[in-house]
């Protein structure tokens, strides 16, 4: 499977105000991107996927990402944050492949 | 739909105990994967499954075993438990394409502690 990398171990932003959660990935072949996120003690859950088509990609809870070839990112990016989306979140690229590893993710804490 | 069902959420066991981690899904998926989860190091893929009769292993599959008998149920099994293996246990499923093109539904977890 492909490797992506998440800058940041902790993201801190306040209440109400736009938060991004940063992605790059790897150059080689052609990504399959994923975000999910983690809430505490809880399964991971889907938000949102880019395999092709439009460059931004809606998804769940108001989340969205830009897919963008130049800058070989897909940050995950929401224009206001709420408390209740304090969580883990994980960049993933499938690389097209069955072996989907997740990294340690990026913990986004949202303070009120 | 109940989506994709672990138990037991919580088992303590000792040194050279084995014990069947179950996991089953109803929305008829063909995939299937086990995941460990430990502090700071992410999601490990320990098997996966794509289809009934059909395992496969992941990055870290020593000391586990699976069985894909039923579409449905997807039980990961540890023989001699050693305290390398305490983690959180993670089963997931998808549909046709698996993850590499599809979103995995996950279960709640099971937390083994092995001491």
């Known amino acids: 499977a492909q490797s992506v990398a998440q800058p940041e171990d902790q993201v801190n932003v306040a209440e109400g105000n736009p938060l991004t959660v940063k992605c790059t990935y790897s150059v080689s072949g052609n990504p399959y991107l994923f975000w999910y996120v983690q809430y505490p003690n809880r399964g991971l859950q889907f938000l949102l996927k880019y395999i092709t088509g439009d460059n931004l990609v809606k998804g769940s809870y108001g989340f969205e990402a830009e897919f963008n070839k130049s800058q070989t990112s897909f940050h995950l990016k929401k224009p206001s944050a709420l408390v209740s989306d304090s969580a883990l979140y994980f960049c993933?690229?499938?690389?097209?492949?069955?072996?989907?590893?997740f990294g340690i993710g990026t913990k986004l804490q949202v303070i009120p | 739909n109940a989506g994709v069902t672990q138990t037991p959420k919580f088992r303590i066991l000792k040194i050279g105990q084995s014990m069947t981690l179950q996991c089953t899904q109803d929305m008829n998926h063909n995939y299937m994967y086990w995941y460990r989860q430990d502090p700071g190091m992410g999601l490990k893929l320990i098997y996966y499954s794509v289809g009934a009769g059909i395992t496969d292993k992941g990055e870290v599959p020593n000391g586990y075993n699976v069985s894909r008998s039923t579409t449905e149920d997807f039980p990961l099994r540890l023989e001699l438990a050693a305290p390398s293996q305490t983690s959180v246990y993670f089963c997931?499923?998808?549909?046709?394409?698996?993850?590499?093109?599809?979103?995995?539904?996950f279960g709640e977890g099971s937390r083994l502690t092995v001491l």
């Open positions: 997931a499923s998808t549909f046709s394409g698996g993850a590499s093109t599809g979103e995995l539904f």
């Open positions: 993933v690229d499938s690389g097209g492949y069955q072996k989907v590893t």
